[in-house]
């Protein structure tokens, strides 16, 4: 099926297969036997908590709002209901040193992420209890989810059972953990924060062509010979190897999230268990490389640029299989499957 191709898309997002919605992060929230409640600290006075009941009772506002992950799937026109977070935060004295807001969940890792208050509630903020006319699914953050328009979604977190007023910004989990950008705006792609790591050490592991375990995010590694590097499990998200020699590489189960891989030979590379997820392999060499197990979500193999068809260099050699195809956006998937079977 063909997708709609108006839509205006931020930079470097890709829209979804009609119908399906991804799920990213945490599968399912920690397990509790308390019913669900959201409850708002940092007012003026006592700590107060809504029951999912209290919450319905409350004006309900529809909103249709553009899902767009910073691992550069999209998801346009998605109708929610529930209570505006203005609507909320209206009912209560808030001391003008507040200035952040945190949306905490019940979470096995505390998961969280916070927003200035004014901007949570201009954007606008919504606490949401249904998608589609029907309560949210426990799959996709329900009974209980912020919804938070025109930011990556990693703002919108799953199983929402607390906001804190704060005074001074308390950083999210990804934004904490993985360097996501804490502004997130994704028609500035504010996707990363600036690389986490030394030039110096940098230099000197690019040297030694050993990643392995390494926490080297958004390293700038274009240009390089690093023929049979190793980098199992290293952390490497949004790292870039534009036109880098990687033939015989090992990233076994390393985490290449939105890592750039424009023009690099990857001849016989080993991606098994590797997060893919974002990760842009357009007119990379993949011939004999192995993508087995591969989560490659948002992941894109060629672009159409200036009216040209950039490509993957993909044949019978290369491993993908089938079934790690399923997330990918369809003309992702075509084009695999149409190099695989070697047309
Ligand atoms: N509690 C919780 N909320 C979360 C996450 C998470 O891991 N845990 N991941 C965030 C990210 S990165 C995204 S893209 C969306 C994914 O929501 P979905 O699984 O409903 O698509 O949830 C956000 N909220
Ligand atoms: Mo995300």
Redesign the pocket.
């Known amino acids: 099926m063909s997708q709609p191709t108006t839509q205006p898309l931020p930079p470097g997002q890709q829209l979804v297969a009609e119908g399906k919605?991804?799920?990213?992060?945490?599968r399912l929230?920690a397990d509790s036997d308390a019913p669900w409640s959201l409850t708002i600290t940092g007012i003026t006075g006592d700590d107060v908590t809504f029951t999912v009941e209290q919450l319905l009772a409350l004006p309900q506002t529809k909103m249709t709002i553009d899902?767009h992950?910073?691992?550069r799937w999209s998801k346009l026109g998605v109708d929610f209901e529930g209570v505006l977070l203005s609507d909320l935060l209206d009912k209560f004295d808030i001391q003008k040193t507040k200035r952040f807001i945190s949306f905490g969940?019940r979470?096995e890792r505390n998961?969280s992420?916070s927003l200035e208050i004014e901007a949570a509630v201009e954007l606008p903020t919504l606490i949401a209890l249904k998608v589609d006319d029907k309560p949210l699914g426990i799959?996709?953050?329900g009974p209980i989810r912020n919804i938070v328009p025109k930011r990556?979604?990693?703002k919108?977190?799953?199983?929402l059972t607390q906001i804190d007023l704060l005074e001074e910004d308390r950083l999210g989990?990804?934004e904490a953990e993985s360097g996501y950008h804490n502004q997130a705006d994704p028609w500035k792609e504010q996707r990363y924060m600036a690389p986490a790591i030394d030039r110096r050490v940098a230099i000197e592991l690019i040297k030694s062509r050993d990643f392995s375990n390494q926490d080297l995010r958004s390293i700038d590694a274009t240009k390089r010979d690093l023929e049979k590097l190793i980098a199992v499990k290293a952390l490497l998200r949004d790292a870039d190897f534009t036109d880098t020699n990687l033939q015989n590489a090992d990233f076994t189960a390393a985490n290449l999230s939105n890592a750039h891989f424009r023009r690099a030979n990857l001849r016989d590379a080993c991606f098994r268990g590797a997060d893919l997820e974002g990760a842009d392999l357009t007119e990379a060499d993949l011939i004999g490389a192995d993508l087995t197990d591969c989560s490659l979500i948002g992941a894109s193999f060629f672009q159409r640029e200036n009216g040209q068809q950039l490509e993957a260099i993909i044949d019978s050699s290369t491993t993908i299989p089938e079934s790690i195809l399923e997330p990918l956006v369809p003309e992702q998937r075509e084009f695999i499957l149409s190099k695989l079977s070697g047309h």
């Open positions: 919605w991804p799920n990213i992060g945490e929230p899902i992950c910073v691992t969940s979470s998961h992420s799959d996709h953050g990556y979604f990693y919108s977190v799953k199983w989990f990804w």
